[in-house]
Structures are given as C-alpha cells and as structure tokens.
C-alpha cells in the first residue's frame, strides 16, 4: 500500500486544486469605514443596503455611521462602548451569547446582564503585564491600594468592578489569586495599568476627570517604583507555521527506514536474507538507501504529531510554562499572546516541541525523538504517554510583533501576516524569524534571524539584563555594518572582540564575550553557505537590526526586574 499512497495523495491534492481554480469570485465593495477592530471588511450601518442611491455606501456621511454606534452603546450597555465599530461577522459573533440564542440553547441563564463574568480571554494589558505580576503580585496589591486612594470615592465600586477581575493568564492567576475557587472576585486585571483604557471602561467623559484620572494612575506608578514606564507598555503576539508540510503529506521528507527502528534491529534484520540487505544498505547503482514509504500508518503518525503538538504541547507551553494565552492552535499553525520578558525563551520551547529537540527547560526527556514527560509528576493537560514530535529536521517560520500598547490591533495584526509570510518564510531554506517592534510613534524596527541561530543568541542575550548590554549592543550595531564585510577572513568576530577589550567595563563582560563573539561567527558562516550574497537577512545593515532589536528586548527586560527587585538592580549599577 505504500507504494500507490504518496501518488494517491499527490492526485487528491491535484484534484481538489483544480476544484479552487474553476470557482469564480465577485468579490463585493467594501463600502464605507472599516472594522475598527479587525480592520476588515465594512463597520456595519442601516443604510448600507448595496441598492439605490447607497449601493457601495455612497452617500454615507461619517458623522452618521458614529452617531449609530455611539446608539448602539447606549441601547446595549456593556457589550458595546459606542466608540468602536465592528463588521457583520464581529457584530454577529458579540451579540451571539444572549441575542442570539447560544446562552438559551445551552440552558444558561442570561436575565442579568453580568458580561465581566463571561469574559474568559485576556485584554491586552492583562497580557503585557502578566509576567510582572506573576513575579510580584505584592507589589501589584499594593499598586492597586495606591490608586483607589488617589481617586475620588464615588469612583471605588467602579474601580472594583473593572480592575478586581482575573487577568485570565492562568500562571499570573494562580499566584494573584490562589484561593479562586473559593474567592473568585479577590483578584487583579492588568486593566487598571493603563488609564486609556480605565478611562473607557469607567465611562467617564468629562474632560476634568478623566484628567483626573490619568494624574491619579500616573501618581501610583510613581509611588510603587514603576518609573520610566508600565507594565502594560508592551505586549507580543506570536504566528507560527510549519515549513514545507506538503512534503511530508507526500512522503518526500522521509527518511531511510533505518532512521526509524530501534537501535541494533537493523543489523539483526539483515542477517535474515538479501532482501533485507537491500532495502536497508545504499543502493550500488545511486548508493542511496530506500526511503520509508508513506503509508496510512504513517499518515497516522503525521496526524498525531500535529494532534499532540497543537492540542497539548502548545497550550502547556504558551499557558502553563509561561505567562502566555492560546489565540489559535491547529496542526502546524500557532498564534499566541505573550509578555515581552517570556519571548525568547517561549520561542525556544516551541522550536523544541515541533522538531523534538532537547527541551530548553529541561522538564521533558527527547529520547527518540519524543518528548517524554517526567515520570515523578504527571503535567496539567498532558497524557501520560510519550508525546509525538514531527522529527528532527522539522522547522517551522515565525512572524513576532511587539506592539506598544497605543498601537491599533488592526495594524498590529497586519504586520503580523506581513512578518510570517512576506519575511520569515522568505528567507533562504525557510526556518525564519522575523521580529518587528511597533513604537507608539508608529516607528517600526524590523530583525531578521535564521532560526538555527536562536540557541546561540540566548546564550549570551539571557546574561543581557543583568550585565546592562544595551548600551554595548547599540554600538556593535553601529559599528559593525560600517567596518565588516562578510568574508571568510571572520571580521565580524574580530571587530566585535576589539570593541568589547575598549569598553570599561571589559572584565565584567568578559562573561559574554565568546558566545556574543560565536554567535556572530555563526551568522557569518550561515551567510557564506548561501549562493546570493543580497538574500532576506544575510547583509551587515541586517545583523545590525538584529543588534538593535537585542537591545531593545534586553533594556526593556532589565526595565521590569529593575521594578521588581529594585534593590538589587541599584546595587548592580552602584557596582
């Protein structure tokens, strides 16, 4: 059978192509405003009726599809705010629960508008600050104590019921709020961080106290320690794919069948006839052994990599290992939202667990090329059984946004698209990172990075908060393009050696010095196995990014320990 099922496959994929290329699509006008939350298709309207004098939206004033909305917030209080304005598919999918009939169906009750307690998924803020308050939950309590004693009392009830809610990042909530079976309202939403969108939430309009207000959040920053910035300034979402799967659907990734029995079989199995011998030993003609074929059992094992990879590593990972939330996870496609300190390392699981690699945490054993769970503690959400991996040799190509919190999700979401497909996946054999950073200016700062070159990078880039390599790694992405060349004379190692014996500092980064050094030797050795010397991330102004982008990460990480364990961050600069 498995010899007819890779050509059987091919000519299913064939058909059902040719299938997509006989339909023809009329693709309607997008009348009027867009979604302001997705950014996509049209805000929805009365008068958008696609006949008469308003076919396509023509003759809709602006002014008139504000004022519906700003209605729609005043006849349906706390599902709408009566600023945003969402498309067909959004508005049908928020007035579902209730007006919709899902909550009836189920048998839930829905006479009392109670919408807070319905909410299951994170805002925003709650993620970016979810790491901070994981770390220092006190010092969260305490924010929170410093607020309401700064704003009028009329406002405490309000308060209350805005900011003490779950952040719904369970690793965050399990520490703010250990007793929630039993307590379920003692805890704290990352809400209260921001005052855009206090402001919003407590319905305030007038000019004066929402000044008031701002002041007041502003004043609890200062108070508990958190200068120079906020724990909800920054937020990351993360959108992953898995490289060339069509290949292994085909069979055409698979290896010889040696690779896939235990060891010491396939020398037992060819003393048992030439037959054997020929299919394990390199052929004499192309002296290459025959490869596994793909077969239903096969395909089985295909599917159940993808199954334990989507539906139990992912959500351990994103949700339980660090202090992230699922968006979407199916077969090989990811999108997750994250906190900015738990980026790296959450990068490094994920490659992990696709590919089978060695866990970075340590918590799983790789034996086989599984990923084995510790047999002392059964893990939250996992089977007690080995889990499948797609295998060593498996990449996948990753789009990473870190979007400063005054940022539109609509353009947020579209240079995540623009990341994942346009530039990771565009990089020479794939297996791509692209990181963009979006400035509350609207700035970007773009970085490029083969993902082989990601265990290196955290090598040194983990010592970065703690030694302040910011300053350093500026300059190395200043320097470095203007003086190297990528050559096999390794000038990119050389110029960074005698920049790092300049600094002042030179003994105490002496700690990071050979793998900073080896990490760009790596870069430059990757560069020179590649036939176009112009390729998406190979140029010296691209390392530079990439030096810049560290360096971004690596101050804003040393910002937040600084707020947790000021202490010791002064001491460290005193030093």
Known sequence: MGTWWGSLQSRLGQSIQAIKNTRTWQIPVGPGERSTLSGMYSAVHPN?????????????????????????????????????????????????????GIAESLGVSTDEDDLENLIRFPNLSSIASARFAHEAPEKVKQYWEKLKALIPTQWHEDLRRVTRKPLQVPQADELLNPESATQPKDAYNGVMFSSKWLVDDLGLKDPDDIALLRGAVDQAHQQVGLKGGSPSDWWVIVLADGDSMGKYVNGSRLHPYENYLAEGVADQLRKHGDEWVQLLDPNPKDGLPVKKRMGPATHVGLNRALLDFSNRLVPYLTEKRFCGRVVYSGGDDVMALLPLEDLPEYLLSLRAAWCGKRDPKGEFDNRGGFWHLPQDKPLPGLPQRPLFTMGKGATMSIGVVIANK?????????????????????????DGLCFRVIYQSGNTLEALMKGELLDSWWSWLEKGPELDLGPVLHRLAEEL???????????????????????DRKDELESIREPLVSWLDDWEKWVLTLDKSDALGTTPTDLGNLLRFSAFWVDKKRQRDQWIQPKKATEELGD
Do not use: H
């Not at 706390?78 to 600023?83: P, Q, T, V």
């Not at 005054?406 to 794939?430: D, H, M, Q, S």
């Not at 003086?483 to 050696?497: E, I, P």
């Open 48 to 100: 958008l009726l696609y006949r008469d004098r308003f076919c396509e939206g023509a003759g809709l004033p602006a002014g008139s599809l504000r004022m519906f909305w700003k209605l729609m917030g005043e006849v349906y209080p706390g599902l709408f705010n009566g600023s945003e304005m969402l498309n067909a598919v959004e508005l049908t999918k928020r007035m579902a629960w209730k007006y919709g």
């Open 406 to 430: 005054g940022i539109p999700l609509p353009t947020v979401l579209e240079n995540l698209w623009e990341a994942e497909k346009n530039r990771a996946k565009k990089i020479p054999g794939k």
């Open 481 to 503: 393009p203007q003086r190297c060349v990528v050559s096999d004379s390794k000038l990119f190692q050389l110029a960074a050696t005698s920049i790092l014996a300049r600094r």
